[in-house]
């Protein structure tokens, strides 16, 4: 099975634009996680997607948006970005809602400058 | 609130050294605990522990849960270079609305010299 995929890998932005990041998930895989990495907070959770639904929410101002289409794939958008938006953002899938076993993608390294 | 809490923070050994990796939580309604290696991009999944006492294993890495007193510890014997990375553990944590997320630790980073 391929894994999950993301996509851009890397991107640079400037404060004030907005930014969309992709995330296919495993085949068969309905849910998808979306986490913040930063030195300081380390994984921090943004948002799960399950069958189009978002489930859950992290702690994250509304800036941060994100959808499921009906193939699983999910985006992630920020807008108005903040220098302090600069992280990788990782997305995950699993079989099943909510937590339990994920599997991770590589990874998307946004820089704001 | 719900945490998860990782020691040590970092960790540096020699080759071949035994480390042992701490996680703690405090959660409601605890279903199970995760361990992932996280090298330089994407954590991989390394376990999933939800019953006390049992030990998982996976060749020199194995991790056991003590749900009594909330914790679990990942054991690495013989280490190698390539156990250099950060480990994380986490919790699946019930939402008010019902559903789980999961939350992370902020993981240990292991250094193994050689």
């Known amino acids: 099975k391929a894994g999950v995929t993301q996509t851009p890998r890397y991107l640079i932005k400037t404060r004030g634009q907005q930014v969309t990041l992709s995330c296919s998930p495993i085949s068969g895989h309905r849910s998808v996680s979306w986490y913040q990495q930063t030195p300081g907070q380390g994984l921090q959770f943004l948002f799960e997607?399950?069958?189009?639904?978002?489930?859950n929410k992290g702690n994250f101002p509304g800036r941060f948006s994100g959808r499921q289409f009906s193939n699983s794939r999910s985006e992630m958008n920020v807008s108005t970005l903040e220098l302090g938006d600069s992280a990788l953002y990782l997305c995950?899938?699993?079989?099943?809602?909510?937590?339990?076993?994920?599997?991770f993608g590589p990874g998307t390294r946004l820089t704001v400058t | 609130e719900d945490k998860v809490v990782q020691s040590p923070l970092s960790l540096v050994v020699h080759e071949g050294d035994t480390v042992t990796l701490n996680c703690s939580y405090e959660v409601t309604n605890f279903r199970s605990l995760l361990w992932y290696k996280q090298e330089k991009k994407a954590p991989t999944f390394l376990f999933m522990l939800?019953?006390?006492?049992i030990e998982k294993k996976s060749g020199r890495l194995s991790s056991i849960l003590d749900k009594k007193e909330l914790f679990s510890i990942l054991n690495i014997t013989a280490t190698q270079t390539g156990d250099s990375a950060v480990y994380l553990c986490?919790?699946?944590?019930?939402?008010?609305?019902?559903?789980?997320?999961?939350?992370f630790g902020k993981g240990t980073k292991l250094t193994v010299n050689p």
């Open positions: 939800t019953s006390s006492g």
């Open positions: 995950a899938s699993s079989g099943l809602a909510g937590g339990g076993e994920q599997y």
């Open positions: 986490a919790v699946p944590f019930i939402t008010q609305g019902g559903s789980e997320k999961l939350v």
């Open positions: 997607y399950f069958s189009e639904t978002q489930r």
